[in-house]
């Protein structure tokens, strides 16, 4: 994909080109999204609106990292839709559990050979993760998500979070020691070698 083309079309009113950018990042928006929102939802209407505000915005776009760019938009998108619930709050939503599909997500846990046994803990955990994820501060949470969930490096997590690179280390370094003590509250869910490091640890 030739991104500078697309973006350079986009720019000259060619929304084929923009489309091809939204079908290039969609995954990764509605990831971040997600991880964020914790909810199937709400993430989708996040990236919808971050998607139609970087088509209205991107004369705004001054090089660099796209991707950045686009999820710094993504962030935003999540950060106001959790601002006016904290204004009007709302019963939370159970995981989606009914159809066992609401909760698949390749991006923590990859094993295709997996038995149906080790599918069932695996969802399981990756349900207890994004609860733990859930339970950070939204600060903490967004660089968790973009660094250790997306593989974003550190600069382009800086630029997507708007925060400066040595904040979103520190951030970083306390969000997994968060997520670390929540999990041991899942403890019969964590993979043997977590159990056997921690029980030598004490």
């Known amino acids: 994909m030739d991104e500078q083309a697309l973006i350079q079309d986009a720019l000259e009113g060619n929304l084929n080109a923009f489309n091809g950018l939204v079908l290039h990042y969609q995954d990764i928006a509605y990831n971040v999204a997600y991880r964020i929102m914790g909810e199937h939802g709400a993430a989708g209407d996040a990236a919808q609106e971050a998607f139609i505000s970087a088509y209205q915005k991107l004369e705004q776009y001054r090089g660099g990292s796209f991707k950045a760019w686009l999820l710094r938009i ?28 609401a909760l698949e997500d390749p991006f923590w846990i990859k094993d295709n050979s997996a038995t149906p046994e080790e599918q069932t803990e695996q969802v399981e955990l990756q349900q207890a993760i994004q609860h733990c994820i859930n339970e950070l501060d939204d600060k903490f949470r967004t660089v968790l998500v973009l660094v250790d969930v997306e593989g974003l490096d550190y600069e382009t997590a800086a630029t997507a979070a708007g925060t400066p690179l040595g904040t979103v280390k520190s951030r970083l370094a306390r969000a997994r020691e968060r997520v670390q003590n929540c999990l041991q509250g899942f403890w019969e869910l964590l993979p043997d070698l977590f159990r056997l490091n921690d029980e030598e640890a004490t």
């Open 74 to 101: 993504v962030t935003n998108a999540c950060y106001d839709e959790l601002r006016r619930r904290q204004r009007q709050p709302v019963t939370p939503l159970k995981p989606e559990l009914d159809d066992g599909e």
